[in-house]
């Protein structure tokens, strides 16, 4: 049986058939298994496309993937989050844990992640002793009279922290980015993010538009930095943070700073999914954390629209404390590119 | 512990984790041959033989099952 199946990384030469094999196994019709362009963009890295597979050694068929997206240009000590994960039914029923294993083992990652998995794999990751986990989702609403997106039982706008002194200061270059904030000084962060990372995945995305926020104290240099996406649905508009880097302590002073964008843009909320951060600094901020008994409904699907409560389960191999986003792994990816 | 008993047991655990009352199995029954058993059902089954026998499994044991009678040998072992 072990020597029936192959294990190895992914190259530009398997693309076809991975893409074949999302379309058969995954989900026909995926944005991932009939774009191309958008399939590289997410996995290719030169020569290698970042994918482990087993394939079938009898008929050279692929039998199980596992997608991963890394932080770092480099290979070396980057923390890497696994996607798509599949394996199709055969005769070794721990193929698709040796595929985890193979790419936890043999990727040279430092630490390998997951945000998104499903609940009923939970098991898995633990029997591998992996810490699993859930987001916490937290949000502040703008004050309405009505709301189209989120549905809202109970109104409750928090009060936040209010310090005039902290602004907001929007990049719309890397360039512009990298001139105010030194992303090589969180190298020992975890899990780092670096240049080649923030450029790739926030300015040069394909398809979404991110706008970039350093979190302005005026100390002369900014010490962290917010993504966020605008999602509109009906003709209405919410933010979503999807990442951060810095100090997160800074969060704290932000809620004056929040307010005036949500008025500015006329935002229904803004949502952030975060695991790590500690609550009263989210607290501070005026966000405030989406309970099991908070009736409100702060939706996370747009593509196509859902007006529900998401859980967003993880599972990491990072001992150490770990802050985890919407926007790492591919959890805020698109799910089909407009033809416009 | 017996055999014919550890094999009795996991029968009904498989029949509860795959939800199917049709399984019956033997030893020479293989993942090919159960509908449903795939990676995420053969961890659900570890743990679950776990928590019925009392014992626990390294990673290396659970590799090695080439089918049910290699299972039952193996918690034969541990009780």
């Known amino acids: 049986m072990l020597d029936k199946h192959l294990i190895r990384f992914a190259t530009l030469e398997d693309v076809d058939a991975i893409m074949t094999f999302i379309n058969e196994n995954w989900k026909e019709g995926h944005l991932l298994a009939t774009n191309k362009s958008f399939f590289l963009y997410e996995y290719q890295c030169g020569e290698r496309i970042n994918f482990a597979l087993a394939i079938d050694v009898t008929n050279n068929k692929i039998v199980g993937l596992c997608g991963f997206i890394k932080n770092t240009e480099a290979y070396q000590n980057s923390c890497i989050w696994g996607s798509i994960w599949k394996v199709i039914k055969t005769d070794d029923p721990m193929l698709g844990i040796k595929i985890l294993e193979y790419l936890h083992t043999q990727s040279d990652c430092k630490i390998f992640s997951s945000c998104g998995i499903a609940p009923k794999t939970i098991p898995i990751y633990q029997f591998l002793r992996f810490k699993t986990g859930k987001l916490n989702h937290y949000y502040r609403l703008n004050d309405k009279e009505s709301y189209n997106i989120a549905k809202i039982v109970s109104k409750e706008i928090p009060e936040f922290v209010e310090n005039i002194k902290v602004s907001f200061k929007e990049f719309n270059t890397f360039s512009d980015l990298q001139a105010h904030f030194d992303i090589s000084s969180f190298s020992e962060a975890l899990p780092y993010k670096d240049a080649w990372y923030l450029e790739k995945r926030y300015f040069n995305h394909p398809v979404y538009q991110y706008k970039i926020f350093g979190i302005d104290e005026n100390l002369g240099q900014l010490n962290s930095i917010l993504i966020t996406r605008e999602v509109a649905y009906n003709g209405v508009k919410v933010l979503r943070i999807v990442d951060f880097i810095g100090d997160y302590t800074q969060l704290a002073g932000i809620g004056y700073a929040i307010q005036q964008v949500m008025k500015k843009n006329d935002y229904e909320y803004v949502d952030l999914y975060a695991g790590g951060l500690q609550l009263d600094v989210i607290e501070q901020a005026g966000f405030q954390l989406k309970t099991d008994a908070d009736l409100n409904c702060i939706p996370n699907y747009f593509e196509p629209f859902v007006q529900e409560n998401t859980a967003i389960h993880y599972f990491t191999t990072s001992e150490q404390d770990f802050l985890i986003f919407k926007g790492d792994g591919d959890q805020d990816r698109p799910n089909f590119i407009p033809q416009s | ?79």
Do not use: P, Y
């Open chain 2, 1 to 79: 512990m017996e055999r014919e008993q550890i094999l009795k047991d996991i029968n009904a655990i498989f029949i509860d984790i795959l939800d199917n009352e049709d399984i019956v199995l033997t030893n020479e029954t293989t993942a090919a041959d159960v509908d449903g058993w795939d990676s995420l059902t053969h961890i659900q089954l570890v743990v679950a033989f776990e928590n019925h026998f009392g014992i626990r499994f390294t990673t290396m044991e659970i590799q090695g099952w080439e089918n049910v009678g290699a299972i039952v040998a193996c918690i034969s072992s541990k009780c």
